[in-house]
């Protein structure tokens, strides 16, 4: 026959055990709250670093206009807007990053960048051509061209990441601007 | 019965003394992990007021509201700890954040240990608009390593020559920020627990 005693050893253990649990369940929760956070940070500084070396002046606008320049004029824009290209993307010759010559060669790349410490992210850029009037994405040329830069972070051999999730995909830092041609001309 | 009485109480006291302990381990547990986690938010905030301070400065490394005033090279003075470069500081008269068109000079320096915390390991960053004096802040940051780029991401060996300042195209920028009052842990109380927290940001691209 069990005793009161016996009833109340076991329920003050179970009683313990509840507490320590629901400690150790804030605990990580609180933990995963802030390694999100400095991936986050870092996320951001990665997705800052692609835009500044997208916006690097040392890069044409575009492919056709490398050892062609447009001057500063109506009639020059007007007439020399067909030359731009209609591809986006990385050209023929240009295999890795240090090669690129123009903005838009870094249209669809995807990329992992390891930061020592923190994880590992994976890179993608986007560039398309944009609308200012409309204020959209289009596919005919344009003076203007808009870059999107999208960070995620990795969970190794998975491909979970510790953002958290919304809608169903993968949460992601992203980060976009307008590159305008006049930025180009001196 | 009376002996079983006696037996019981040893017993309840055998097993109240274990759960009390458990309890009073729990509870130190808990109260490091709770100073851990308040540590490693302040000191992602120092690493971000840090890097606030830093990314604005560096965005605008070359930049100048007069292009023509800007001259090469960008970067006057560039080591593994240290930096000076031209910019355009901005104009207080103008709310844009617009500069004057005059060309300043920022300097970052890693200076030495802060003697005022009980962390070892955190030095003071310092940071000086044109010859003015150096500000220092002791946010606890205990690594600041900067790499210089060419314009095709080869590095540059730090301290970089004044013959090859030309050459740098990019600057990359690797902080980490620990906690400034460490505390003895429980498991180690002769080691002094840290909390640390790490950035990089792997391109400030020159705007000139």
Redesign the interface.
Known sequence: MIRF?MIF?IL??IF?GT??LN?KET?MS??ET?VV??LG??AV??A???I??I????LAFDDSLVANAVQPNAADMVSKLSMLSLYLGRDAGETS??QFNDVDDWNNLDTM?T????GSFHVMCYVSYWDPIASAKVSTRQWYKLVEVAVADTVPNSPATHFFQFNDQRAEIREQFVVSYYKFL? | MGYQVILDIIGSSIIGGLLFLTLLNFTAQTMETKQTYRDEIVAQENLVNVVTVMEEDFRRMGYCTVRSNMSNPIVTMAAAESVRFKTDLPDPTKASGEGDGVVDSISYAFGAPVLATANPNDRMLLRRENTGPYGGSSMGVTVFHLTYLTSTGDSIPSPVPAARLNEINAVEVTISVENINPYSSVSGPDSLATVLVNWKQLTFQIKN
């Open positions: 005693e050893v003050a253990g313990l507490l320590i400690e605990n609180t933990s802030l956070s400095q940070i870092n500084s990665i800052n670093s692609y500044q070396r916006s690097n002046p040392a990053q240090s960048v930061i020592d410490n923190v001196r």
